[in-house]
């Protein structure tokens, strides 16, 4: 019998929530732990969350759209988030954000056609001394530049490219 996408996922949420407790505490990480395996949190997946947590949707839906670092659509591999807060703005994020936008040929909330690059404003992420400041997933890059933002978008290019290439490997 074959398995539908649905069932499959209902059973990972079901493992997640074993993994995790079955009280409120198991929230957080299963909506983790299913961003991790789809990159985004479905609307599907919130309903069999508020089910078999035995709490309503609408406080899963609020969860979700509560953490910035929590996803109800697809995004890209790397999200890039740019600092827009005061200090960054004096050191010159404006020029930063330009080079990223020109670099990837997206506006900031998009992402590239190729599922690679999403980007978006953040807010202080408490680096104002030594802003510009950037996040590349949980990785920090401060004091950036418009010329450092090649090396950076090349080295993620890189990242992905292995990545690539492992599951054509694997496949
Ligand atoms: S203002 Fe950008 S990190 Fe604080």
Redesign the pocket.
Known sequence: MLITEREKLSEEVGQLIEKHGPGRAALMPTLQGIQKKYSFISEYAMQLVADKLGIHPVEVYGVVSFFSFLYDKPHGRFIIRL?Q????DLAGKDRVARQLESDLGIKFGETTPDGKFSLEWAN?????DQ???MLVNDQVFLKVTPEKVHDILEGCRKVFGAHALQSEEVA
Not at 85 to 88: E, G, K, N, R
Not at 124 to 128: P, R
């Open positions: 600092c807060t005061i200090s960054c202080c992420i408490g680096m104002c802003g510009p400041a």
